[in-house]
């Protein structure tokens, strides 16, 4: 049986190759034929995934986290550029973009007991010290400092998102660890149930109601940085809000928590140290004073050059956030009426005002206003800090890098 096997094959070599090329070419068109019935569906996906791309860019082609308005690294970021009817009715009027409310994803906790622990404290303290005892409140700050911590532009930890920029005399992300608030004791009726919220949201509960925000503001107040984030949502007296661009998408909540908490207290004690600058202080645009005047280097040159000016010399003076930009240059030019040399220099900070001149690095790094008048055929020169006054009608933003 096997030898006549082998002669028939042997006989029918060739006829039996070209059958095998035949099956492989059969083979091969039943292939691509699937192939190509399944071609549609990987087109949807790709497309899907344009555009996905194109609503949400990459983070390489995102703008630079450094550029954004009202990141952890922005001073004064809270304080209000109008009087509390004025920014009702500016909130107001800015329609809620609910369009652009995206979802956040449960928040998955890493770490050990004592991490667990000191993020609840954080949470719990946060939600009710901002936002009182409402439970709808309390949840959406809540969801706002989790986003915060798998957000690129904040602290990776519960309790350094809610602590971030305390640290500083100005700048603080949650007024309530710079106001002096962290001295207050909440009973257990009242801290009990922020405290169960708490748990509830590390364990993976997501407030819908406010998305991926990762900014909020009451409505009585109306910050500079405001109207350059999208509008998301209300809760009680707070406007929930979010960057444009790929930075305010849920894709970039993409930063993993892994726990390492640090301790709340110690945090405490830091901001509690930190000297804040006293609002009770003269500001330009309430005083008109200067908080200290010296002597201009070029005062003894330019002595007699014209008629003794009220206010000689430079001037450096206390500013506010809150301060209105035209009501600074009026009072800068009632500072400087004459024709000697005469300057106004201002800081948001009492700490930051120097003693004397040439101003030093960091001195210049804190400026926050600069007035010089029209003299000898010279133009008025104004510049603002940014970052604190956006976009003023006149005058110019100081350069960034002073230093």
């Known amino acids: 049986m096997i030898a006549k096997l082998r002669s028939f094959v042997g006989a029918n070599l060739p006829l039996l ?15 691509f034929g699937r192939g190509s019935n399944d071609a549609p569906s990987r087109a949807q ?3 899907a995934a344009e555009d996905s791309a194109a609503t949400a860019p990459a983070p390489e082609a995102a703008e630079d986290l450094d550029e954004l308005p009202a990141t952890a690294k922005s001073e004064a970021v809270a304080w209000s550029q109008l009087d509390p009817s004025s920014a009702q009715a500016k909130n107001g009027a800015i329609p809620i ?32 010290a901002e ?17 915060r911590v798998r957000h690129p532009a904040f602290a990776n930890t519960v309790c350094g998102v809610v602590f971030e920029g305390s640290q500083r005399s100005t700048g603080c992300q949650f007024t309530f660890t710079c106001d002096g608030s ?29 998305g991926n925000a990762t900014h909020y503001h009451a409505d009585y107040v109306y910050p500079w940085w405001s109207p350059r ?32 908490e640090p301790d709340p207290a110690a945090l405490r004690r830091l901001a509690a140290a930190v000297e804040r600058p006293s609002m009770d202080e003269a500001l330009l645009t309430e005083e008109g004073e200067a908080v200290k005047t010296v002597a201009s280097v070029d ?52 700490s930051a005002i120097p ?14 206003f600069s007035f010089l008048p029209a003299s000898d055929g010279s133009k008025e020169a104004v510049f603002f800090d940014c970052s604190l006054w956006d976009e003023p009608a006149s005058g110019r933003c100081l350069p960034k890098a002073r230093t």
């Open 97 to 128: 973009a609910s369009d652009k409310l995206g979802a956040a994803k449960p928040f998955v906790f890493r770490g050990s007991a004592t991490d667990r622990a000191r993020a609840e404290d954080c949470l719990s303290l946060v939600a009710i």
């Open 131 to 147: 936002a009182g005892g409402g439970a709808a409140d309390q949840r959406a700050v809540m969801q706002v400092v989790l986003n």
């Open 355 to 368: 003693d004397k001149l040439p101003l030093s690095d960091a001195a210049r790094a804190a400026l926050r």
């Open 45 to 47: 996906t790709n497309m």
């Open 182 to 210: 962290l001295t207050r004791s909440y009973p257990a009726y009242l801290m009990n149930p922020a405290r169960a919220r708490a748990k509830e949201a590390l364990g993976g509960y997501v407030d819908k109601t406010v």
């Open 299 to 350: 005062e003894d040159a330019q002595a007699g050059n014209g008629p003794n000016s009220p206010a000689p010399g430079i001037h450096f003076v206390l500013v506010s956030q809150a301060d209105n930009p035209a009501e600074l240059v009026v009072r800068a030019r009632r500072l400087c009426p004459g024709d000697r040399y005469c300057q106004v220099m201002g800081w948001s900070e009492r």
């Open 229 to 260: 984030l999208d509008k998301v949502a209300k809760v009680g007296p707070h406007l929930f809000l979010k960057w444009r661009g790929y930075w305010g998408t849920p894709q970039a909540l993409s930063a993993r928590y892994g726990g390492n």
């Open 17 to 31: 190759a070209i059958g095998a090329l035949v099956i492989c070419a059969l083979a091969a068109l039943a292939l």
